[in-house]
């Protein structure tokens, strides 16, 4: 069966700190993988998604970039955070295009002092 | 930017009674997903509903599309506690993104 695993759980950072959040996806092959935020109270924003190794397509401009080094590998990261990237980060996967479902990882919550 | 719009934002029940929540979203689609999230917690899968179809039920579920409205509905029977959630519509922007709303918060009191 498939597992998605998010890292950290939780992560307390200063401003114009760097991050870097990690995600991984076992069970499946050549996955779909989407980074996402959710404010509190909030809807989710897709922040980046990746349809293959290196190829990333970034939906918001900010501070914030995405790699994609291995099949099942999808990383978000920052050189400098800023207080606005506060959020609670989910990671999900999908087969193939959208007709089926996204599953998600557990979550990041990132707060930015 | 995100195209479905739940409404109710928030919903508070008895336990043992009905929940229902709508979606409306703006552009035409290829299908609609429903989403539960429990507090801190990641999004969980319910349902997928295509724009062929009018309603669809999975257990105590059942949802509706009416493409001509643009707009879906989800029922909740016979409530849980368990089902105290946050619940998410999403529709399809291209053949690989999802565009989801703001989500409706169901509290099912006992």
């Known amino acids: 069966s498939q597992t998605i695993h998010q890292w950290p759980a939780t992560l307390v950072q200063p401003v114009g700190s760097p991050l870097s959040l990690e995600c991984t996806v076992e069970?499946?092959?050549?996955?779909?993988l989407y980074w996402y935020r959710q404010a509190a109270g909030r809807g989710l924003q897709l922040l980046f998604y990746?349809?293959?190794?290196?190829?990333i397509s970034s939906e918001v401009p900010q501070n914030l970039s995405a790699s994609r080094p291995q099949d099942r590998q999808f990383i978000l990261s920052s050189k400098k955070l800023l207080l606005s990237d506060s959020g609670f980060y989910l990671c999900?996967?999908?087969?193939?295009?959208?007709?089926?479902?996204?599953?998600f990882g557990p979550g990041t919550r990132l707060t930015v002092l | 930017s995100q195209q479905g719009e739940e409404d109710p934002q928030a919903l508070s029940i008895q336990e043992g009674e009905n929940a229902t929540m709508n979606c409306s979203y703006k552009?035409?689609?290829?299908?609609l997903q429903w989403y539960r999230q429990n507090s801190g917690r990641g999004l969980v899968h319910l349902i997928l509903?295509?724009?062929?179809?009018r309603e669809k039920h999975s257990g105590r579920l059942r949802v509706t599309l009416d493409t001509s409205k643009k707009s879906s509905s989800l029922l909740i029977t016979a409530s849980r506690a368990a089902d105290t959630a946050s619940y998410f519509c999403?529709?399809?922007?291209?053949?690989?993104?999802?565009?989801f709303g703001a989500g409706t918060t169901v509290t099912v009191r006992a």
């Open positions: 999900a996967w999908t087969t193939g295009r959208v007709q089926l479902a996204q599953y």
């Open positions: 069970g499946t092959s050549n996955p779909n």
């Open positions: 990746s349809v293959g190794i290196g190829q």
């Open positions: 552009t035409s689609i290829n299908n």
């Open positions: 509903i295509r724009s062929n179809e």
């Open positions: 999403a529709t399809d922007q291209n053949d690989y993104k999802l565009s």
